[in-house]
């Protein structure tokens, strides 16, 4: 389930940093609706900010990741380095 959290997290990053820059993020329903907060929703600022969350998504991640494949390299070195000794009488 980890996996499937961080996966998303680096999905959605990925969304963030590259929509805010294309034609889609323009041509949008809130722009057409509200044409008071085009100003806004067009601004280069908020499409920044937007990338950088994105940017903070895909980091997220990213520690989401190394936490999954780290617990499981201590999982299986535990498991290895354990050696049952035989019964002393």
Do not use: H, K
């Not at 999982?75 to 035989?86: D, E, I, K, N």
Request: net charge negative.
């Amino acid at each position: 389930m980890a996996l499937l959290l961080a996966a998303l997290f680096v999905e959605v990053g990925f969304v963030l940093v590259v929509v805010p820059w294309t034609t889609f993020w323009d041509r949008n329903y809130f722009v057409d609706a509200l044409p008071q907060v085009e100003w806004l929703l067009t601004s280069n600022y908020l499409r920044g900010a937007v990338s950088g969350l994105g940017v903070v998504d895909i980091c997220a991640g990213i520690a989401e990741l190394v936490a999954i494949f780290a617990s499981r390299s201590q999982r299986a070195t535990a498991s290895s380095t354990f050696v049952s000794q035989p019964a002393q009488d």
